[in-house]
């Protein structure tokens, strides 16, 4: 990382943290208040950097906020917390629409036949350059820290699979040697999530992660976060293959 890139950034973290922005949080992202003190701190400092770095952009009339901007940006730090973080590199701009927006999308249905139509969306992530998000189910993803559902945390979870260039549920990891295991168990958890799927039975994680890997590795980030001690019981490898990654133990917080 170039070093006055890295220097600035230093500077940046330890200013003294906006005390309305703090209040946005206490408000908005009702998570963050479970988090040890030295936690928040550091969650603070990435907050403050992400906000200097990434454009946001309103779209469908929305006007963009500090209230939007921190609400966003404090959920996606949460991913980074314990952890050597460059910020999001392919990330440039997260584009914010009022409530649920619709967009083009190609559907492949058989041996060479493509169906293009509308498709109504909460938010999406693209593998370079934005994050699409709708502030209406941002805010709702946040309130409820118990649901298993956060369009924010979901689609930077995107963000970080996509930083090798691909988004198919294999984000960089930290040590060579964890890949093999990550891909054995989040390839038999992702299998099993789509059997029981196409079975037709209940399961823990939303079946919209047997879309593919992707959506997998997105959904279950969500659930971590969301729905830990539930994922812990009944998914112990995948969470604990995810607290290895995140460097994180959600399911030991307060609740």
Request: proline share 5%; hydrophobic share 40%; charged share 25%.
């Amino acid at each position: 990382m170039n070093f006055l890139k890295e220097r600035r950034r230093r500077r940046i973290e330890q200013q003294e943290f906006p005390a309305a922005w703090r209040e946005v949080i206490e408000r908005n992202v009702p998570f963050v208040g479970h988090l040890p003190s030295a936690d928040r701190e550091e969650l603070e400092g990435h907050v403050q950097v992400f906000l200097d770095e990434k454009h946001f952009e309103g779209a469908g009339g929305l006007e963009i906020t500090d209230e939007i901007r921190v609400t966003i940006a404090a959920q996606a730090c949460l991913l980074l917390l314990h952890r050597a973080t460059n910020y999001y590199p392919g990330l440039y701009s997260i584009i914010v629409y009022p409530s649920a927006y619709v967009a083009p999308q190609k559907v492949q249905e058989g041996q060479g036949i493509i169906i293009e139509g509308m498709q109504p969306r909460l938010g999406e992530s693209w593998t370079r350059g934005a994050v699409v998000l709708s502030w209406e189910d941002v805010l709702a993803g946040a309130a409820d820290i118990h649901d298993g559902h956060n369009v924010v945390i979901h689609e930077f979870a995107h963000q970080l699979d996509a930083q090798d260039g691909s988004m198919d549920g294999a984000p960089i990891l930290s040590d060579h040697s964890m890949y093999a295991t990550w891909a054995r168990v989040l390839g038999q958890e992702y299998e099993r999530l789509q059997q029981d799927t196409a079975l037709g039975k209940v399961t823990l994680l939303d079946q919209y992660g047997a879309t593919n890997p992707a959506e997998f590795f997105a959904v279950a980030t969500e659930f971590f976060f969301e729905k830990p001690r539930q994922l812990r019981a009944q998914l112990p490898q995948l969470y604990s293959e995810l607290r290895r990654y995140y460097k994180q133990d959600p399911a030991e917080l307060p609740q």
